[in-house]
């Protein structure tokens, strides 16, 4: 599956053991760039990436879902373009894992209210991240600078809560209905 082009790559393995890679290209011709899924530990690989994936892609990170191995999200940085350069896809996996059932890009719900603290910003895909509620499928965080939550696997925009990052500070808020403050040092304690 990987050849001498790909720059980065993310390994992400599902409760049931399912394995999923998100291989980059580097823009110089990579041979096969893309999302794919093993039921055999890493032995075989089946490319499941759809056609809404994007053709070029610097970086992409994976999640599945704890609670449904069948669900999985993978958040990509194209390295420029519209809405930040970022896609966001969400794939729905048969039983076996081998074959996707759907997919849909969810792209342009991920939020860009512009300036500092109102887009993702993944700083060129040097900090990416995709994680999804161990009890709910639906419950998703992307970020990068900023953090953003959605109660609906960004289904529907714009997110619910957002990190705003205090320079200077060691703090981050995180805004929604209520407003809390986290500490570089301890995230588990909140000021």
Known sequence: MLGDGERFFDVNVAPDGR?????????????????????????????????????????????????????????????????????????????????TLSTEDRSPNIPDFGGSVGDVNVQGGYNMVVNVKPDDPDYVFV????????????????????????PNTGSADILGPTTFRFMKINIRTSM
């Not at 893309?34 to 056609?51: E, L």
């Open 19 to 99: 394995l999923v890679a998100v291989v980059s290209e580097d823009g110089n011709g990579s041979e096969d760039p893309g999302v794919y899924v093993s039921t055999d530990d890493g032995a075989s690989w089946t490319n499941i990436t759809p056609n809404t994936f994007p053709s070029t892609h610097q970086r992409s990170v994976a999640s599945f879902a704890p609670s449904d191995p069948s669900m999985l999200y993978v958040f990509s940085y194209k390295g420029g373009g519209s809405n930040q350069g970022i896609s966001f896809h969400k794939f729905t996996l048969n039983e076996a894992g081998t074959d």
């Open 143 to 166: 970020g990068g600078i900023n953090l953003f939550r959605s109660e609906n696997g960004f289904a529907t925009g714009p997110p619910i809560m957002q990190t705003v990052p205090k």
